[in-house]
């Protein structure tokens, strides 16, 4: 028995190599087996074959095991759990776009169902509360397709000289940074340990010290009288930040705080949940998320031009993405004119975002707050409600552009015992 027992410990202590990984319970297993010793499938093609009723849990064990079987090889701590949500934009964008640009009716047809499909599941994922990897993997597999296309096709046949070509590479070089910089930390509000006592035994009194512990006997014994007495400000504490008290992450929330059900956690002077870059916007990125929409902005505005001028040299630019004559000609143009079509799209989608983003900066609002005053009727609306003035905490223009510049200055980094 001890030296099954070594050598099981023996097993588990070994390093995993790049194709192997330990599953859901617990076992070691490898990529290769990802068709073997399914028991859960081989019992619902049974039944399916049989003609007999599925189990309720059949469907999502089945599903549990294939999430829980693809993995991607890794070379260090074995393979990595690979995300479904991240495969349909990798296959659905380029079909979709070598569809459209077969015809004119099915780039119409494609084009405008296609934001139709994303709109939709984005209700669907925001409705459930639920994370998802899908849309930060259609941006940034978008923003690969993109430039790939523009090199290998534009480029080659196109008026396109080093100086264009540089700037289009810089500006999505520095959407990526700005990116992966907004993705960092959106400011996730931390328990103060300095007023950890004072604050926990509010709502849940600390059980008595020993004495003998800290060497010292100034130790305050905890009477009925100190409790009745502690429960009672507690009970004064709650009625007073009942409001700011988070139940889930267990810390009182500083104002324009808020608790993110997707994320799970509560942001500094939370703006929204962005699904584009699966994170919160927040007081620590904020600044970088207007940075990254202005990056993107600015180069795709720059390459759905230089593509325009390529497929439609004798067009006007401005008018060439409504009337190119003869762009279906050739499917390496037609092709360049869809994708041009598409940048267009998520352009203008991106573009009201921002103007919406710099509104709201303007009148020192969130877009948390936003909504909740719309809801509660106490704001004031213009510009077809772009504008959302709730009044709070406006400074003026200069006053609220000067705040939220410097905003994310005024956190001090996180010490060791935060992060533990």
Not at 59 to 65: F, I, K, M, P
Not at 270 to 278: K, P, R, S, T, Y
Not at 304 to 313: A, D, E, G
């Amino acid at each position: 028995m001890k030296k099954r027992a070594n050598k099981v410990l023996k097993e588990e202590d070994e390093v995993l190599c790049c194709c192997e990984y330990v599953n859901r319970h617990g076992e070691r297993s490898h990529v290769a087996a990802c068709c073997c010793d399914c028991e859960d499938l081989d019992d619902a093609c049974d039944r399916f074959l049989k003609r007999e009723p599925q189990k309720p849990e059949s469907l999502s064990q089945v599903a549990a095991l294939v999430s829980d079987r693809i993995r991607v090889p890794w070379l260090w701590g074995g393979a990595r759990k690979l995300d479904l949500s991240i495969i349909p934009p990798l296959i659905l964008l380029p079909a979709l776009l070598h569809l459209a640009a077969l015809h004119f009716l099915l780039g119409v047809a494609v084009l405008t169902a296609l934001p139709g499909l994303v709109l939709w599941y984005y209700y669907f994922t925001h409705r459930k509360k639920g994370r998802t990897l899908f849309f930060l993997s259609l941006a940034l597999f978008s923003l690969a397709y993109m430039y790939y296309l523009f090199i290998t096709e534009v480029l080659p046949h196109g008026d396109v000289g080093r100086l264009e070509l540089a700037a289009v590479s810089l500006g999505v070089i520095l959407t990526l940074l700005a990116l992966f910089h907004t993705k960092r930390d959106p400011g996730v509000v931390r328990p103060n340990h300095e007023e950890v006592h004072s604050t926990v035994t509010y709502h849940s009194p600390l059980a008595d010290r020993d004495s003998s512990l800290n060497g010292t006997r100034n130790d305050v014994m905890l009477t009925a009288s100190n409790r009745m007495s502690s429960e009672q400000e507690g009970q004064e504490l709650n009625e007073k930040d009942r409001r700011n008290w988070c139940p889930v992450c267990k810390v009182v929330r500083p104002p324009r705080a808020g608790h993110c059900r997707i994320c799970g956690v509560c942001v500094l002077r939370l703006d929204h949940h962005c699904v584009w870059i699966n994170s919160c916007v927040g007081q620590a990125n904020h600044c970088s998320f207007l940075l990254t929409l202005v990056f993107f902005l600015m180069t795709s505005l720059y390459g759905i031009s230089l593509v325009l001028q390529s497929v439609c040299p004798h067009q006007n630019i401005y008018t060439a993405l409504f009337y190119c004559p003869g762009v279906y000609n050739q499917f390496r143009t037609a092709l360049c004119f869809t994708c041009a079509w598409y940048s267009s799209i998520v352009t203008g989608g991106l573009l009201h975002l921002l103007v919406v983003q710099i509104f709201n900066i303007s009148y020192n609002v969130t877009e948390r707050e936003a909504r909740a005053a719309l809801r509660e009727k106490t704001a004031r609306r213009a510009c077809w409600g772009l504008i959302v003035d709730t009044g709070v905490y406006s400074q003026g223009f200069h006053g609220n552009w000067c705040e939220f510049m410097t905003m994310g200055v005024k956190l001090s980094p996180p010490s060791p015992t935060d992060l533990v």
